[in-house]
C-alpha cells in the first residue's frame, strides 16, 4: 500500500506546480534555481536582502521602494490618499501637481505609515500547538488567533517592531514578519492626475500605455531625514526588451490555492454582489461630483478607487466565467482526490479525502447569510468613512477591555499603533460629502435588509435615511480628533453622539454574523485548505508559493511584448507615442505644462513597458529592477490579460506594466525643471555605484 509521501509522486502529477516565470515568492522560499536555470543569474543571499530592505509597504495598500538613503517612490495613484487629504479647494495637487524643491515646502502626510521587512521567524510550530484533543474547529481558530496575538504581542514589547503573524498556504504555515515602521512621511513631487493616469478608464487596464504615474516621499524619524544603507540606485541604460527583472512588492490577495467550491463562491454570490454595490456607489459619486467643482475634488480620489476596482473584479470575474479555466480547475482537484483515495486509508489520509468537501459544506452553509454579512460588516468601513470613525471608536472601547489575545483581531495591542494613527487623524473632513456617502450607506442598508428589520428599524427610527445622516453628521462631534481622543478615554457608555448611537444600533447583529461565520466557515476553510495545501507543499519539497497576503514577495520575468488580435504589441511605448495620442480632451489631455515642454522632451525616450512579472492589486508602487539590483521601472498596472490571473497564472498575454526609469528622468528634467530631485536620485546612483554590495545585510 502507498504511504503518506508517496503523496509526492500523485500530486506533483495533477496540482498547479509554479511554471514559466510563475510565482509571488516569499522571501524565505524564493526558488533560485528556477532562475539560474532558466536565465542564469541565482541571486545570493546578500542581493535579497539588499532588495529587500529597499522594498517598501505603503500600510494604506500598495507597494514603494527606497531610491535614495531617505526618499520613497511609489506610484500617483498609491500615493493619492495623502496627495487629497494635502489638497484644499484652493491648492488642488491632484489637478496641478505638487514639487518641494526644499525640505521646508515638502508636505506631511496626515496618517500615512510605511513599512519594511526587516525579518521573518516560522512561528508554525507554536501557533499549530494551539490545537488540542476534542477541541471544536471554531476552537482552534480561536485558540490559534489567540497565540498569534501573543506572539506579536511580545515581538513588538521586545523590538518596537510592528508584529503580524501572517497565515501562508491556506493555514498550513504561520510566519511572523517584522516590520521598521515609519509614520512622519512628507511628500516631495507628485504629477497632475491628468498625466497620471492619462487615457482615463477608457485605457485602464490596457496596453499601449503612457502614464507617468508616480510620486516621491521622504521619510523622517525624529523630526530628520533618514539614512538608510539599502536602496535600488537608478539604472543607467533603464530596461531593455528581453531583460531578466524582479519585482518586489506586496500584492494584496489571489485565489490559486482555493477549492472549486470557493471560486464558484466567488463566481456566483461575492463577485456579482461586490460588482452592483460598486456600480452604485459609482453613480452616487458621479452624482455627488456633479454639484459643483469642489464637490468633484473631494469626491475624485474615491471615484478613481472604485472605477479601478469595477474594472478589475470584472477581469477577475471574466476568468471565473471561462469555461475552460474552471473546467481545468474542476479535472484538476478530481484527479487529487482520486489520488488521495487511492492512498492506504490512514487518519492522515482520511483527514485528507474530506477536505475538499469539508470546505464545499461550510462555503454552502454562508450562502443565507453572506449579503446580510457584508451589509452590516464590510460596508460600513468602506463606504462611510464617519460611521467607520464611530464603529471603530465603539469597538475600541469594548475590546480594550478585554486580554489582547481575546480581541477581534484589529484591535489587538500589537495592532493599536497603526489604529490609532488613522483614527486620529488630522485629515480633513468634509460634511456635506459625509453626508451623501452616509445616506447612501443607509438607503442600502434598508433596501437590503427590508424596511421591517429589526436593524433598520433601530438605524432609521421611523426616518428616512436622508433624513437620519443630515441630523447624524450635523450633530455629531467625531469631525473633531480631539473628539475622538476624548471619547475613547472617557468610553462609549453614556455618549448621545449620533454617529455612535448608529454604530450602536448596527454592532451587535454585526459581531453576531462575523463571529458565525469565523467558527463555520472560516475555521473549517482554514483547517480543510491547510490539509490540502500541506500536502502539496510537502509533495513539492516546498516548490510552490502561497496565495497573496499583502505581504513582501519577490517575482522574476521578462520584459516582453506580446500579440493580441493577430497584431504584435511592442514592449514599449515612448513620448513620441504620448503626444501623438494627446487629444486635447479628457482622457487625453495633456496637462499645460507638457503642452509647452513638447519641444523639449526626447521623443524616443521609453515611457511605460510590459514585462512577464506575476503581480497582482498591491503590487502597485512595486521596484521593477535588473539583476544588479538597479531600479528600471515602476509597476502601476497589469493588462486585461492579467486580471484573471487571479486564479490561474498565464504567460501569454498576461503582462505586468511599468513607467520607465529613464522616462520618469525625463520628465522630471524636460517637463518639470525638477532638477533637485534629478539630482538626488543622480547622487544617490553614484554613491550607491562605489559601494560593494554587503556579505550580510543589516536593518534600515
Request: hydrophobic share 40%.
Amino acid at each position: 500500500m502507498k504511504r503518506f509521501s508517496l503523496l509526492a509522486m500523485l500530486i506533483l502529477g495533477s496540482s498547479a506546480i509554479a511554471r514559466a516565470d510563475e510565482g509571488m515568492w516569499t522571501y524565505n522560499n524564493f526558488p533560485k534555481d528556477k532562475v539560474k536555470a532558466k536565465y542564469g543569474f541565482e541571486p545570493s543571499d546578500a542581493w535579497l536582502d539588499h532588495v529587500r530592505l529597499a522594498s517598501v509597504r505603503f500600510n494604506n495598500g500598495g507597494s514603494a521602494s527606497f531610491v535614495s538613503p531617505n526618499l520613497v517612490m511609489t506610484n500617483h495613484h498609491v500615493g493619492a490618499d495623502c496627495i487629497h487629504k494635502l489638497s484644499s479647494a484652493g491648492k488642488d495637487y491632484f489637478a496641478d501637481g505638487f514639487y518641494a524643491k526644499t525640505a521646508d515646502e515638502e508636505a506631511k502626510c496626515p496618517d500615512l505609515e510605511i513599512n519594511v521587512l526587516v525579518g521573518i521567524d516560522d512561528v508554525t510550530a507554536q501557533v499549530m500547538a494551539a490545537k488540542k484533543p476534542k477541541m471544536t474547529q471554531a476552537q482552534v481558530n480561536q485558540a490559534q488567533k489567540e497565540v498569534m496575538s501573543r506572539i506579536e504581542k511580545d515581538c513588538a514589547t521586545k523590538t518596537g517592531q510592528r508584529c503580524d503573524v501572517v497565515q501562508l498556504y491556506q493555514g498550513a504555515v504561520f510566519n511572523l514578519y517584522k516590520y521598521k515602521k515609519y509614520t512622519d512621511v512628507r511628500l516631495v513631487f507628485s504629477p497632475e492626475f491628468a498625466i497620471a493616469f492619462f487615457g482615463g478608464d477608457p485605457d485602464n487596464f490596457t496596453f499601449p500605455r503612457f502614464d507617468l504615474d508616480i510620486s516621491f516621499f521622504r521619510i523622517y524619524e525624529n523630526g530628520k531625514p533618514i539614512e538608510v544603507e539599502h536602496y535600488l540606485a537608478w539604472a543607467k541604460t533603464g530596461a531593455k526588451d528581453g531583460d531578466l527583472v524582479f519585482v518586489s512588492g506586496n500584492p494584496g490577495s489571489t485565489g490559486r490555492l482555493l477549492t472549486l467550491a470557493q471560486l464558484e463562491f466567488s463566481r456566483d454570490v461575492q463577485y456579482p454582489f461586490t460588482l452592483e454595490r460598486l456600480a452604485e456607489w459609482q453613480k452616487m459619486l458621479e452624482s455627488y461630483s456633479a454639484r459643483g467643482a469642489e464637490q468633484a475634488r473631494q469626491a475624485k480620489e474615491d471615484l478613481f478607487t472604485v472605477e479601478n476596482s469595477l474594472k478589475a473584479i470584472r477581469g477577475s470575474q471574466a476568468g471565473l466565467l471561462d469555461d475552460k479555466l474552471m473546467d481545468a480547475k474542476a479535472a484538476q482537484e478530481k484527479q487529487m482526490r482520486a489520488d488521495v483515495a487511492a492512498l492506504e486509508p490512514t487518519p492522515e489520509h482520511k483527514a485528507l479525502a474530506s477536505a475538499w468537501d469539508d470546505v464545499a459544506k461550510a462555503v454552502a452553509s454562508s450562502r443565507p447569510y453572506y449579503k446580510r454579512l457584508a451589509v452590516l460588516e464590510s460596508l460600513p468601513a468602506r463606504e462611510s468613512h464617519m460611521l467607520s470613525i464611530a464603529r471603530t471608536i465603539l469597538r475600541l472601547t469594548e475590546e480594550k477591555a478585554k486580554p489582547s489575545e481575546k480581541r477581534l483581531r484589529e484591535y489587538r495591542d500589537s495592532a493599536l499603533p497603526s489604529l490609532e494613527q488613522q483614527l486620529y487623524s488630522p485629515a480633513p473632513v468634509y460634511p456635506e460629502f459625509e453626508e451623501a456617502q452616509l445616506a447612501f450607506y443607509l438607503e442600502f442598508l434598508s433596501r437590503s435588509l427590508g424596511a421591517t428589520d429589526p436593524v433598520v428599524k433601530a438605524v432609521l427610527g421611523g426616518k428616512t435615511p436622508a433624513e437620519v445622516a443630515k441630523a447624524a453628521i450635523a450633530g455629531s462631534k467625531l469631525k473633531d480628533p480631539a473628539a475622538r481622543k476624548a471619547l475613547v478615554k472617557e468610553g462609549v457608555t453614556q455618549s448621545k453622539d449620533p454617529l455612535i448611537a448608529l454604530a450602536r444600533a448596527l454592532d451587535p447583529e454585526s459581531r453576531k454574523l462575523r463571529k458565525k461565520y469565523e467558527d463555520e466557515v472560516e475555521s473549517v476553510s482554514k483547517d480543510a485548505g491547510g490539509r490540502i495545501a500541506r500536502a502539496q507543499f510537502e509533495a513539492t519539497k516546498g516548490a510552490t508559493y502561497p496565495d497573496a497576503t499583502f505581504t513582501l514577495r519577490l517575482s522574476y520575468g521578462q520584459v516582453k511584448g506580446y500579440t493580441e488580435n493577430r497584431k504584435k504589441i511592442r514592449w514599449s511605448t515612448d513620448f513620441k507615442g504620448l503626444y501623438g495620442k494627446a487629444t486635447g480632451h479628457d482622457p487625453y489631455k495633456l496637462p499645460d505644462r507638457w503642452v509647452s515642454a513638447k519641444k523639449k522632451v526626447k521623443p524616443n525616450v521609453a515611457m511605460d513597458f510590459v514585462s512577464t512579472n506575476d503581480i497582482i492589486g498591491g503590487n502597485s508602487g512595486s521596484p521593477i529592477f535588473n539583476k544588479a539590483g538597479e531600479l528600471v521601472g515602476i509597476i502601476f498596472d497589469g493588462n486585461i490579460q492579467s486580471l484573471p490571473n487571479r486564479f490561474v497564472y498565464t504567460e501569454e498575454q498576461a503582462r505586468a506594466i511599468s513607467v520607465s526609469s529613464q522616462g520618469i528622468l525625463e520628465a522630471l528634467k524636460s517637463v518639470y525643471g525638477a532638477t533637485e530631485l534629478v539630482g538626488e536620485l543622480q547622487a544617490a546612483a553614484v554613491r550607491h555605484a562605489g559601494a560593494r554590495m554587503p556579505a550580510r545585510a543589516g536593518q534600515p
